[in-house]
C-alpha cells in the first residue's frame, strides 16, 4: 500500500515512554498512515463525512507493530492521531 499521510507532529515521551504523532491524510484509495511510530498503540482518524458510512476505518489491530498502519480513508481526507512507542 502507498503512504498516503503527511506527519505535521511528533512529541516524545508525553506519558512515560509514550509518544504523540498527528498529521493529515488524503482521501481516495486505500493506504498507509506512516505514525513514525515503533508500535502504534491507538490510532484516531478525524475526517469530513457526513454519514457514518464514508468514515474513514482504521484497517489494523492494536497494538501494531511498525509504524505504518492500513486505512480506508474518507473521500475527502483528514487528520490523524496516533499514540505509542
Known sequence: ???????TRR????????????GIYTGGASGEIDTKLEVCD??????????????????ATFPMQGSAVPI?????????FAYGR
Open 11 to 22: 512529541d516524545r515521551n508525553v506519558i512515560g515512554d509514550r509518544a504523540v504523532t498527528t
Open 1 to 7: 500500500m502507498a503512504i498516503i499521510s503527511t506527519l
Open 72 to 80: 480506508v480513508p474518507a473521500a475527502n481526507g483528514g487528520n490523524w
Open 42 to 59: 491507538f490510532l484516531d482518524l478525524q475526517g469530513s463525512a457526513t454519514v457514518a458510512g464514508s468514515a474513514a476505518v482504521v484497517n
